[in-house]
């Protein structure tokens, strides 16, 4: 029974219609991107927030975000490809606060939203599994430089900001999944992106600003991209 089971399943196979067959010897190809990600800020507190008593905690929480980008990919051998995959992302990550005393307009509990409209160029190699049938795994890593069109760095002072630089770096690394279809592919991945940058613009003025010293980035972003 066993056997007969195996030559089923290999008869299946050998069946089975492989679409695109000729992509895989394609030197590049193009496709576009649809994300989902959740982003929250790594932060060190300062030695200020020792010294102090009107702020008791200041923690980061995750947030959620959405992207658009496009999608190039170079073909180096039956192994890697090279990918480079611009994006346009709308994000806001948040830090909670609660405070000894009340504010008068937000209360002892106060939540600060750093909103930001991010370009991203992320620059990643992939490692490509055997192709079996119409499914293929991939792995990826690589870097970013991200520009923040929103940053409010350089804002007039106001005691209720958080503020933050423009420019971030950062390494990222993740999997996906090919499926391939008739007339394109279709590949689901996750990705972890880790900041390295400090992005806090600190200033001893600013209430909610001075209890914090480094402020870095960190995002898990869902991706569905549709390639060609």
């Keep these: 029974m066993v056997v007969a089971f195996g ?34 800020f790594h932060t060190e507190l300062h030695e200020h927030f020792l010294n102090q008593d009107s702020v008791m905690v200041a923690e980061p929480l995750n947030s959620g975000g959405f992207a658009l980008g496009l999608l190039a990919t170079a073909r180096l051998n039956d192994r890697f490809e090279a990918r480079f995959n611009p994006q346009l992302m709308f994000t806001d990550r948040s830090i909670y606060y609660k405070l000894r005393y009340k504010d008068r307009d937000l209360g002892q509990e106060v939540t600060k939203k750093v909103e930001s409209v991010i370009v991203t160029f992320p620059v990643h190699v992939k490692f490509r599994s055997d192709r079996i049938g119409n499914f293929r ?62 992005l806090h613009a600190r200033d001893v003025n600013l209430k909610y600003s001075n209890v914090l010293d480094r402020m870095q980035s960190r995002m898990i972003m869902f991706s569905i991209h549709l390639e060609g």
């Design 7 to 40: 030559l089923f399943a290999f008869k299946a196979s050998a069946q089975q219609e492989i679409y695109l067959e000729e992509h895989d010897v394609k030197p590049y190809y193009f496709g576009i991107t649809l994300s989902g990600s959740s982003s929250r």
């Design 137 to 198: 795994v991939y792995m990826l890593g690589g870097g970013k430089l991200d520009y923040d069109l929103a940053s409010n760095a350089k804002a007039r002072m106001a005691e209720d900001m958080v503020k933050v630089e423009k420019i971030d770096y950062g390494v990222e690394a993740g999997v996906g999944f090919n499926f391939y279809f008739k007339s394109f592919i279709f590949s689901p991945e996750i990705k972890i992106s880790h900041g390295l940058r400090d």
